[in-house]
């Protein structure tokens, strides 16, 4: 599949400073992004969707001034967890989809960045 | 009733054997259907997609789709140590942008 990495692959923090992950696909040109987060022992839970250019959507519980999204290219979305608090830490992925990817169309296929573990302290 | 629904297991087979994964699905809008394998503290990682009714074959993968009865199904033949992972059954509804809804991962131990 294509190539998604993140950034960092893991970070530490103090309660109520902010963390920002990049997420870059590339080899592929994703017009969306996705942003998931995962709690230990439990399914992949997503928390917005952004496509380039444009302001994220945010699924219901998520609150959007806490996790902000910038989505400025089609390589690089980032996800600022802003204020981090203990119940923050968690793994969080990112994912790239739509586009063009090897000249085929990747609508439906989505390709996840190796993920960012998040401790907050 | 959630949307996606697995058994979350954990499934344990002898080396060698056949893995079943069963997979159901609430919305009869989803269209797309999505097995991805997820090694402990690592990202899912696709192993197959299928978007029409009976069997998609890759290796030792094959994916079974029945939208009438709303499951969609991963056998995995020959099973290895390594086949050992939580396996995310996933779908896309066609109105929703190409997100992807997680059942909650069936677990699957293989033992040597």
């Known amino acids: 599949g294509a190539v998604v990495s993140q950034h960092p692959s893991w970070v530490i923090c103090k309660s109520g400073t902010s963390v920002k992950i990049e997420c870059r696909s590339l080899d592929f040109q994703a017009t969306t992004m996705f942003w998931y987060r995962q709690f230990p022992k439990q399914s992949l839970m997503l928390m917005a969707t952004s496509n380039e250019g444009s302001k994220a959507t945010y699924e219901q519980g998520v609150e959007k001034d806490k996790f902000l999204i910038n989505h400025a290219s089609l390589t690089l979305s980032t996800l600022t967890v802003t204020s981090a608090h203990p119940e923050d830490s968690s793994f969080y992925i990112c994912?790239?989809?739509?586009?063009?990817?090897?000249?085929?169309?990747?609508?439906?296929?989505?390709?996840f960045g190796p993920g960012t573990r998040l401790t907050v302290l | 009733q959630k949307e996606v629904e697995q058994n979350s297991g954990p499934l344990s087979v002898p080396e060698g054997a056949i893995a079943s994964l069963n997979c159901t699905y609430s919305d009869r809008g989803s269209q797309s259907f999505f097995w991805y394998r997820q090694y402990s503290g690592k990202s899912p990682e696709l192993i197959m997609f299928?978007?029409?009714?009976g069997d998609k074959e890759d290796g030792r993968f094959t994916a079974q789709l029945n939208k009438a009865s709303q499951y969609v199904s991963l056998l995995i033949r020959d099973s290895q140590p390594s086949d050992s992972a939580t396996y995310l059954c996933a779908v896309i509804r066609d109105n929703q942008g190409g997100k992807l809804i997680f059942g909650q991962g069936t677990e699957l131990s293989v033992k040597p």
């Open positions: 994912s790239a989809g739509g586009g063009i990817w090897r000249g085929r169309a990747g609508y439906n296929e989505q390709f």
């Open positions: 299928i978007y029409s009714n």
